[in-house]
Nanobody
Framework: QVQLVESGGGSVQAGGSLRLSCAASGRTFGNYGMGWLRQAPGKEREFVAG????????LHIDSVKGRFPISRDNAKNTVYLQMNSLKPEDTARYYC?????????????????WGQGTQVTVSS
């Protein structure tokens, strides 16, 4: 079973940046895709970005494409989400998630584990 611990959330003004990190343990990190999900108050959890096992393939929802690059360092068992040009509508709790074996995750159903989340609040 994989354990995922997020860090890097916080409060910023619109236009600012944050970098989320997620440290993984418990299974061979390089064998599965990773991703980030988010859930805003009163809304359902949604897929934000996914990355393949090797890191070559990345996927993003349209609303963050070009602003939130996802990356991973398999030597450090860590996945990142660099959040740039933040908007108030990006305010949510962000969750690191591990993909099912052999899948480059692109939707909620493609994940089988996630962390406790880290809060991101963007003020206008």
């Amino acid at each position: 079973q994989v354990q995922l611990v997020e860090s890097g959330g916080g409060s910023v003004q619109a236009g600012g940046s944050l970098r989320l990190s997620c440290a993984a343990s418990g299974r061979t990190f390089g064998n599965y895709g990773m991703g980030w999900l988010r859930q805003a108050p009163g809304k359902e959890r949604e897929f934000v970005a996914g990355i393949s096992q090797s890191g070559i393939v990345t996927l993003h929802i349209d609303s963050v494409k070009g602003r939130f690059p996802i990356s991973r360092d398999n030597a450090k068992n860590t996945v990142y989400l660099q959040m740039n040009s933040l908007k108030p509508e990006d305010t949510a709790r962000y969750y690191c998630a591990a993909g099912r074996s052999g899948v480059t995750p692109r939707a909620l159903k493609d994940f089988d584990s996630w962390g406790q989340g880290t809060q991101v609040t963007v003020s206008s």
